[in-house]
């Protein structure tokens, strides 16, 4: 069956049928990680819509807005694949009116590890996913965990703002040299992206370690080693609160990392147990 595209929010309701639903959001320049996404979101739910939408309210100045990869008809062609029914692809102007006032906050939270360096990023996050659930209004949505703060923070919200709606985190999912897949890879010259392997092989080499500290040093020592690498943070954090822990901490913490190689800057983590 093909894809139903629809532009508004009008087309979007027509386009629903009964049933769960189950939403993925997105902004494009799809990749294997997002079929993934999908593959769960169908597992889930009668119905799956993928919204592409490029967010200009998580972007600061500076950033990448303007030449993020939008690639529409090979997204258009993964969904149709993946069985998705719906794609919701809305301009600038149907999410967004210029008499617009108010916003979803992330907190302390969305201050925290890679808010330092993105500051107002995770509340244009959380505004655009709260609009992406009144509008879907989905039973479930779907989440890359390669996004941990991402994750955490639509999580917290959902709590929060009492949406009823249940959050799905997927495994992030890496080529077999251990590069986490990201729409931003793309960037990466032959040369940077073997620059870039020393995010993951730093993340490799901490996870074998059980103490926060012995943690920490083993993945430093592995950038330390690729001065590439211009490191933003490596931040060893509860997986919940994104607040650092310390050798007192035990169970499950992420190790996250942001650095950039070239004109490209990247994010990866993993879960591991302390
Ligand atoms: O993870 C992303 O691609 C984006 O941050 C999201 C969740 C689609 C919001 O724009």
């Not at 009144?134 to 949406?163: E, T």
């Amino acid at each position: 069956m093909d894809v139903i595209v629809a532009e508004d929010r009008a087309a979007l309701r027509k386009a629903l049928g009964p049933g769960t639903v189950a939403l993925v959001p997105t902004m494009g320049a799809l990749h294997e990680g997002h079929r993934s996404l999908m593959r769960l979101a169908r597992e889930r739910a009668a119905q799956v819509v993928v919204s592409i939408f490029v967010n200009p309210l998580q972007f600061g100045p500076g950033e990448d807005f303007s030449r993020y990869p939008r690639t529409f008809d090979a997204d258009l062609a993964a969904c149709a694949e993946e069985g998705v029914q719906v794609v919701f692809s809305p301009s600038p102007e149907e999410m967004y009116q210029p008499s617009r006032q108010v916003s979803v906050s992330s907190g302390h939270m969305g201050t925290l590890v890679e808010g330092v360096f993105r500051p107002g990023h995770f509340d244009g996050v959380l505004t655009v996913v709260a609009k992406l659930f009144n509008l879907v209004q989905p039973d479930v949505a779907v989440f890359g965990q390669k996004d941990a703060q991402q994750l955490a923070l639509i999580r917290r919200m959902v709590s929060d703002l009492d949406f009823p709606i249940e959050i799905v985190g997927a495994p992030t999912l890496r080529e077999p040299d251990g590069l986490a897949l990201s729409s931003r890879n793309r960037y990466l010259s032959a040369a940077d992206r073997s620059v870039a392997l020393a995010l993951s092989r730093a993340l490799f080499a901490g996870s074998a370690e059980r103490a926060p500290s012995a943690v920490l040093s083993a993945a430093r020592a592995v950038l330390d080693a690729e001065p590439g690498v211009v490191l933003d943070y490596l931040s060893l954090v509860d997986p919940a609160t994104f607040e650092e822990v310390d050798d007192r901490y035990y169970g499950t913490a992420v190790l996250a990392v942001a650095g950039r190689v070239g004109t490209t800057r990247l994010i990866d983590n993993v879960l591991l147990e302390l």
